[in-house]
């Protein structure tokens, strides 16, 4: 029971800290949001690189988080990767209060995350078709396509 | 995703539309002359209160805007004006240039310079038909580029004016859709919103009539512009005016003018092609009139007073016409110096030599013209009076002077060659002069003289005299020449110089009178019981030469003593001048031998045959030296034997008969054969400074204007490159503001995609991360 409670208090600590985390991301993808709308490419760039920190941070947190899980599933003699919050909550208890209310945070930040994400990429990608559909039509018209698509050409013009 | 969040992403997806449609637009520009680079403004969205919260709505694209400096552009419309005005100017003057022919052998220069190789090759032969041929063939290869220079002068003004009304006609045209432009402008801008592509036309519009007036353009706050041409409005925010051409091209007067109010200040090719039309061409035309005009007074002046090579005429009819100024029928009431010459007439000299064909001898008058009182009449009636000349005026106008049937005439400058015409210095008559006039003689006064019939006495009544007391030579001359006594007795009497030569008819030492005695010998100067004798040597004086000196004058020579040429010690013969000014002191005593020539002065010689000269019988003769046959300029203007005729140069001419016949040249001074005097000065007006072109020579006069057309379009070309280079470099500038960079386009637009793309990566990772992490709650 002490290895229990042991994982689930290192447990609510990873839960807390990814819940900073999702704050961070939330805060990144609307500067990401506004850097999309304003078609400054420099912008854009630079609200996406503040993201790429985050993103590996989280790989980590998800690295550890997974590491807690099956030690859970083990003390329970559980295959790894069945547990979720909700279930440890169930499984401990009165003991499990806290985990049920950051879980509940967690998942508010975890949405508004996944909105944010899904309306930036749905913005990025549609930017990102139309840029490059008028890019081949005016390439095509200049008839520099096949030099931009041999390399090099817009290079040696900057140069 | 929420109504509001889809919303946002829809303005945001519109917006990058519409500014990649704007980089398309400027791509696709990038080679339109004018366009000006566009871009798209975009603002954050009013944001809106919902669930007691404000929220922000996205981004608005608002308007696309172009990139324009208006003050470069308002410097560009002024360099392009001030390029229009040079290249119109060049374009003229290198025309100028080909017809003055520059320094070519077919230029006006060279031209000039091988008239004068001509003359000076026939100067040295002036008897050779090919070289006078030639004289005249390269004088009139001159005077037809002249004639061919004046009347292209004259085409390229008309020429100009022509260019100058189809280029008014571009400048309405541009004006009127500059005006359309106005309007569409006006009509199409709302709030915030610009019509850039119009704007960019009209712009360009305005920059095109640069091209052609100086323009300034000024725009209002509706948006239209207002275009000034010479401080007068050519199109208004409403309305356009026509730039009109007016004037008469012949005239030079041409001026220009919008809504009746005439345009000072124009400015490009219109205004230079106005400084041509008026100004630089009219100067053109005045500078080849002012040579042609010097070269035919000049080349005139010496022809009209030299001797063709068949000697003195008989005839002469002027080309010029004498006009009748008052309109009362008649010619020779008219002042000369009013009677519509093409050259003036001043007061002075004219001498005309009378020719005895048969002798040879020459007698030397002289004519002289007022210029404030001569009258064509005077004139006429002056050659009337010089014997054995007549003159009058034709049908036509022109002045005609005949001599009779073995007479011929001339207006040499050349010298009389045996002046001593009364034989009354040295003759072989018996001679005595009296003192010279006037005679302080009384009513009743007697001469007592005895001659070849005996003693016979003249008594002066009074009659034949203006006043007795005052008698003049001439008055005395005709009383005796009137007196029966006289006339009886063998004698003769003549005026000279002042005085009354008395004189045996007969010549030889037989030949004597005396002066018995009278009352009226005293005031004569003469002395009773004086017996006057000839002798059989005559010294006749023979002159030599011709005069250089640079004035005219009237030189007296007497002897000094009593003597005998060659022989007497101490014997001299002194030579004075009008004022009584001696300039010469010839001595002709033992060391003289009779018929050598002695130098006076200023290349004039004499020469004494043997014999004896009277101081005590006043022996004299005068000898008339000219340096200007016709110090008048009378000959000139009446076209009396010139070279040319015509007095500009479009009008300069050889004579016709010149042409026809090159041995009317007048090559000589005397008439004598081999003598190319006058060849002599026609060559000297090459280099001769004239009054008449500012104390330039005719060389100098059109080397100045050929070298001046150089100098011009030299100017004009570094003008040109320095102009080209500031607009150039302005437009440089336009380009760095306004202009498109293509590249630079496509790059933004690479970057952007490559922005999105990333992020678009970015985005998918982080879905995915979230993905994981909803799978554990």
Do not use: C
């Amino acid at each position: 029971m002490n290895q229990v409670m042991t994982l689930l208090r290192l447990l609510e600590a990873h839960v807390q800290e990814e819940i900073g985390a999702q704050s961070r991301v939330l805060a990144a993808l609307e500067a990401q949001g506004e850097a999309l709308r304003s078609h400054e490419s420099a912008r854009i760039v630079a609200a996406t690189a503040a993201l790429d920190s985050e993103i590996a941070a989280q790989a980590k947190r998800a690295e550890r988080r997974s590491e807690l899980l099956a030690s859970l599933a083990a003390v329970w003699s559980l295959p790894a990767g069945t547990l979720t919050l909700g279930s440890i909550v169930q499984r401990v208890g009165d003991e499990g209060r806290r985990l049920a209310r950051q879980r509940e945070e967690l998942a508010d930040s975890v949405g508004s995350v996944a909105r944010q994400s899904r309306r930036n990429g749905l913005v990025a990608r549609l930017h990102q078709r139309v840029t490059s559909e008028v890019l081949q039509a005016v390439l095509v018209e200049s008839g520099t396509e096949s030099a931009l698509a041999e390399g090099g050409a817009l290079v040696d013009a900057e140069g | 995703m929420s109504a509001l969040g889809l919303n946002i992403g829809m303005k945001s997806l519109l917006a990058a539309q519409a500014n990649l449609e704007t980089i398309g637009h400027n791509l696709s520009n990038a080679n339109t002359p004018g366009y000006s680079r566009q871009a798209l403004q975009v603002s954050s969205s009013s944001p809106i209160r919902l669930r007691g919260l404000v929220q922000g709505t996205g981004v608005s694209a608002d308007t696309i805007t172009r990139t324009v400096d208006s003050i470069l552009h308002g410097r560009i419309s002024s360099q392009v004006s001030s390029l229009g005005r040079i290249d119109a100017r060049l374009e003229t003057i290198s025309t100028v240039e080909s017809l003055l022919g520059g320094t070519s052998a077919s230029g006006m220069p060279a031209l000039f310079k091988k008239m004068f190789q001509s003359l000076a090759s026939l100067q040295t032969a002036p008897e050779d038909p090919m070289l006078r041929t030639g004289a005249v063939q390269s004088s009139m290869g001159l005077v037809a580029a002249l004639n061919r220079a004046a009347g292209n002068a004259q085409s390229l003004q008309r020429n100009a004016f022509l260019q100058m009304d189809a280029t008014v006609a571009e400048v309405n045209a541009l004006a009127q859709r500059i005006s359309d432009l106005n309007r569409q402008i006006t009509g199409s801008e709302l709030g915030t919103s610009t019509a850039n592509d119009l704007r960019d036309r009209r712009d360009q519009l305005v920059k095109e009539l640069s091209q052609f007036v100086d323009v300034r353009a000024v725009e209002d706050a509706r948006g239209a512009v207002r275009v000034l041409v010479g401080g007068r409005i050519l199109v208004s925010p409403t309305s356009v005016e026509q730039l009109e051409l007016g004037g008469d091209p012949a005239s030079g007067s041409v001026t220009l003018s919008i809504d009746g109010q005439a345009i000072d200040s124009l400015g490009g090719r219109l205004g230079g092609l106005l400084g041509m039309q008026t100004g630089y061409l009219d100067g053109i035309v005045d500078q080849l009139d002012d040579f042609a005009h010097n070269l035919a007074l000049e080349a005139n002046r010496v022809h009209s007073t030299g001797i063709p090579r068949s000697g003195s005429f008989s005839f002469l009819v002027g080309d010029n016409t004498i006009a009748d100024s008052d309109g009362d029928g008649d010619r020779e009431d008219e002042l000369i110096s009013r009677a519509g010459l093409p050259f003036d007439i001043q007061s002075g000299a004219l001498y005309v030599n009378v020719v005895n064909r048969a002798s040879g001898a020459t007698t030397k008058h002289r004519i002289d013209i007022d210029a404030n009182r001569t009258t064509v009449g005077d004139l006429v009636d002056a050659f009337g009076a010089i014997p054995n000349l007549s003159a009058s005026v034709d049908v036509s106008g022109r002045l005609q002077v005949v001599a009779d049937a073995g007479f011929g005439f001339d207006f040499s400058p050349r010298l009389e060659a045996a002046p001593d015409t009364l034989g009354s210095f040295g003759g072989g008559k018996a001679s005595i002069a009296t003192a010279r006039e006037p005679f302080a003689l009384s009513v009743g006064d007697t001469l007592d003289l005895v001659g070849a019939n005996g003693p016979f006495t003249v008594t002066l009544s009074g009659a034949g005299f203006a006043s007795i007391s005052a008698a003049t030579a001439e008055e005395l001359t005709a009383v005796l020449r009137a007196d029966a006594g006289f006339q009886a007795s063998g004698l003769v009497a003549s005026a000279q110089d002042g005085a009354l030569v008395l004189q045996s008819a007969g010549t030889g030492a037989g030949e004597m009178f005396q002066l018995a005695g009278g009352s009226a010998l005293a005031a004569l100067g003469l002395s009773a019981g004086t017996t006057v004798s000839g002798s059989d040597h005559d010294i006749a004086p023979t002159i030599s030469g011709n005069y250089n000196g640079s004035q005219a004058a009237r030189w007296t020579f007497r002897p000094n003593m009593d003597g005998t040429i060659g022989t007497t010690q101490g014997l001299r013969i002194e030579v004075f001048d009008e004022s009584g000014v001696r300039v010469a002191e010839l001595d002709v005593g033992p060391g003289y031998t009779p018929g050598d020539e002695i130098e006076i002065k200023d290349g004039v010689r004499i020469a004494f045959a043997f014999g004896d000269v009277s101081a005590t019988a006043r022996d004299a003769f005068h000898l008339d030296v000219v340096a200007d046959a016709d110090m008048s300029d009378v000959l000139v203007a009446l076209g009396m034997n010139s070279m040319f005729t015509g007095s500009t140069a479009q009008d300069i001419a050889v004579r016709d008969d010149l042409v026809l016949d090159p041995s009317l040249f007048s090559v000589s001074l005397s008439g004598a054969p081999g003598d190319g005097g006058n060849v002599l000065r026609l060559l000297e007006i090459e280099s001769e400074r004239l009054a008449g072109l500012g104390s330039q020579s005719l060389d100098e006069h059109l080397s100045g204007i050929v070298s001046g057309v150089a100098l011009e379009i030299e100017a004009a070309q570094s003008a040109r490159e320095a102009e080209q280079f500031l607009l150039d470099g302005l437009e440089t500038r336009r380009d760095q503001v306004s202009g498109v960079n293509t590249d630079e386009e496509l790059v933004r637009m690479i970057e952007q995609e490559q922005a999105y793309n990333a992020a678009a990566q970015y985005l998918r990772v982080v879905s995915e991360l979230t993905a994981e992490l909803m799978n554990i709650l």
